[in-house]
């Protein structure tokens, strides 16, 4: 078990959208044939560089086309093999083997792929694996709960990882934390009058979490009192 936060709501976008711009951590997937326009080249390129990372998990079929495109996203760089000592193996569990094998396709062994910039893995290629398999309800594959936990433990440990190269700070010196008694006093309403209404904001997106927790989306950053 971990502390991650799940959106039990599925979220896709397409490149260069909001929220693709919204989201530092990008999972893609599928079967067939990928091809980018010229824009998504330049969009996917420059987000990644910024900051974001790309899990590519191929389903069947997509290593071609996938492999050709990344080319164009970055014709200077190439695709390493992850060895079993990298941190993605051993973020939150610790995965000695690498890369488990989810769903048979070619009697091939599952290979992790990446690709780095500053040192810092912005792409990870998942192949031969189909840990999307494992991720999905267990009646779409009916594979055992010993696989489908393989496929959970190493998706945690890509988030895991990723949290860790995504900061990139040094912590060495860091004091440790001291727990000190809550302010005191009495939460009151707010004493200024309010304020001029200047503009009414529509907003761009409203959802839900689960749990009566509703998401709305302004569309933009602002600043002042809102109602």
Not at 55 to 81: C, T, W
Not at 191 to 214: C, D, H, L
């Amino acid at each position: 078990y971990t502390n991650i936060t799940v959106n039990k709501m599925e979220q896709r976008s397409k490149i260069g959208e909001d929220l693709f711009y919204r989201s530092p951590y990008l999972y893609m997937t599928g079967h067939g044939n990928v091809k980018f326009t010229d824009d998504n080249v330049f969009t996917l390129r420059t987000h990644l560089l910024a900051g974001a990372f790309l899990h590519a998990d191929d389903n069947y079929g997509l290593n071609q086309s996938f492999i050709r495109e990344m080319k164009r996203v970055f014709p200077n760089k190439d695709f390493v093999e992850i060895p079993h000592y990298h941190e993605v193996f051993h973020s939150y569990y610790d995965m000695p083997n690498g890369l488990p094998k989810i769903h048979e396709h070619n009697g091939l062994p599952p290979k992790a792929l990446g690709i780095f910039h500053e040192s810092n893995m912005i792409i990870l290629y998942t192949y031969e694996s189909d840990l999307g398999d494992g991720w999905e309800d267990e009646s779409v594959h009916n594979n055992p709960w010993e696989v489908r936990q393989e496929s959970l433990k190493m998706g945690v440990n890509i988030i895991f990882g990723q949290k860790v190269n995504s900061i990139n700070f040094d912590d060495v010196n860091w004091k440790n934390v001291q727990i000190s008694e809550p302010p005191g006093g009495v939460l009151k309403k707010s004493f200024f009058p309010p304020v001029q209404i200047i503009k009414k904001i529509v907003p761009k997106e409203i959802y839900s979490t689960g749990n009566n927790i509703w998401i709305v989306d302004m569309g933009k950053n602002f600043t002042g009192t809102y109602k």
